[in-house]
């Protein structure tokens, strides 16, 4: 139990410990559900914060929503960051009742004494908080004023302010509501039902570390000697299971949910590169995947481009150790020459660029030679078809031939069977990916064997990464 500091300070003994509430998993799958951490910038709720700055005369105003471990500035004025811990939160005080909650001088109240808030930078001595109560009992944040000096509030400000959390609540729901109804064409809501619950899973998933990497190896055909992997992201729940992208595809889709996750993984190729170059290992390199929003320069953050090159530079990885692999879509996003800018400084610093998914977009050869690339990577679904299909097997040999001509290397995908890998290697791709070679899996079932190769090929399929 903290002790009273002065004799004017408020007891914490007197106001009560912090603590969980019965009904925080509720609370939290509520705000999970609405999907509303993540989303941009919003009008109304702007105005509703500056609204509360003004009827209160402070300088700093702020919408909050608070997760298990972090407070988010849904909408801020007058203070800088996206959030903070959930520990140095004023809110978290706020949501553990339906009343307004004040701080009239933060370092007379022990509670506040020693926060950062009111220590550092921001120098915050008054706040005043309503709870955001999207349904009875579930308070997933505050709309909140601040002050740097003491002070109080009368009774009409804050019959105000109610008003205004109020207001706050209703346009968060009319959020979800909106989403909803933009996904329903011809009747399917259940796939933006669907769709929202996906979102939710991604939230979960990036705040309790759920999201693993899986790796699966890329094979020089020729030689059968093993030249790296592509990191593939899964989702690991808390019973063991592992579920692949497609239950959270949803995410991906989403700006700022997709670049979250995109640097999730970017941080964690790199950290496990730097791990087997830290141990020795003879890895080869790793490739990701990277989104479009990734690309989007944001105010404050570097650009993809700054921030590969600073991850890689800070584990001391050569640029070789790390591949950037981009599909079409990222090129329809509409930041088609920025994109174009940015492969080529990854180029010129020495990271090798693919493009992924090749010959299932519709204007794959027009970004071909739009864009710079140093590999080509033919989608599975034409090699899986290529030994049944004359036109498949044409398409394939088309693109082998157009890449060397190019100067470019060509990386076959979904690789499957025996009669695939020798009908690649007849045609003179130069790399394999797929099953035939190995499942992706973690890092504990990779094998690194001295001079590793593919050896001696018998019916059925191969696993090079399972090897102790």
């Known amino acids: 139990m903290l002790p009273c500091v002065r004799r004017n300070v408020i007891c914490a003994e007197a106001v009560g410990l912090k603590g969980a509430s019965p009904g925080e998993a509720a609370r939290l799958k509520r705000l999970r559900e609405l999907s509303i951490v993540s989303t941009g910038p919003d009008a109304v709720l702007e105005a509703l914060v500056d609204a509360a700055c003004f009827a209160a005369g402070t300088p700093i105003g702020l919408i909050t929503l608070l997760d298990g471990e972090r407070q988010w500035f849904r909408s801020k004025r007058g203070i800088e960051g996206e959030g903070s811990s959930r520990a140095a939160a004023f809110c978290d005080y706020t949501i553990r009742s339906s009343r307004l909650f004040i701080v009239p001088d933060a370092i007379r109240d022990a509670r506040f004494v020693d926060n950062p808030f009111v220590t550092g930078s921001d120098r915050i001595r008054f706040y005043a908080g309503v709870p955001l109560e999207i349904e009875p009992g579930l308070r997933l944040g505050s709309l909140c004023v601040l002050d740097r000096v003491p002070r109080r509030l009368g009774a009409d400000v804050r019959g105000l302010l109610d008003r205004l959390a109020r207001c ?31 979102l939710a899973l991604a939230e979960e998933a990036l705040a309790h570390g759920f999201f693993v990497l899986h790796y699966q190896p890329k094979v020089e055909l020729e030689t059968g000697r093993r030249i790296g992997f592509e990191a593939l992201l899964r989702l690991k729940k808390p019973d063991g ?63 993809l481009v700054d921030e590969i090159l600073v991850a890689t530079r800070s584990a001391g990885l050569s640029p070789r150790h790390i591949q950037i692999e981009v599909t079409e879509g990222v090129m329809l996003s509409g930041q088609g020459g920025d994109i174009g800018a940015q492969l080529e400084a990854l180029r010129a610093a020495g990271f090798i660029v693919a493009f992924d998914d090749f010959g299932t977009g519709f204007a794959s ?24 299909s004359s036109a498949d097997f044409a398409i394939v040999k088309a693109t082998i031939d157009m890449a060397k001509a190019l100067g470019k290397h060509v990386v076959a995908e979904g690789v499957e069977t025996m009669a695939e890998f020798q009908a690649l290697q007849a045609l003179g791709c130069h790399y394999g990916q797929g099953f035939f070679f190995g499942r992706p899996v973690g890092t504990s079932d990779i094998g690194f064997s001295p001079g590793q190769r593919v050896g001696k090929i018998g019916s059925g399929c191969i696993d090079i990464t399972a090897q102790s």
Not at 168 to 197: P, T
């Open 168 to 198: 706050a609540v209703e346009r968060l729901l009319q959020s979800e509501d909106r989403y909803l109804l933009s996904r329903v064409d011809s009747g399917r809501l259940d796939r933006a039902h669907a769709d929202k619950a996906a």
């Open 365 to 388: 050869l027009v970004h071909l030679r739009e864009f710079a690339y140093d590999q080509i990577k033919i989608d599975g679904s034409f090699v899986r078809a290529m030994t049944g």
């Open 241 to 303: 299971s592992v579920i692949g992208p497609a239950a959270f595809r949803a995410a991906f889709d989403e700006p700022t949910l997709s670049r979250r996750i995109g640097n999730y993984v970017l941080q964690s190729a790199i950290a496990q590169a730097k791990a087997w170059d830290a141990a020795g290992l003879d890895f080869g390199h790793i490739a990701i995947n990277v989104s479009s929003s990734q690309f989007i320069p944001l105010p404050g953050n570097p650009c």
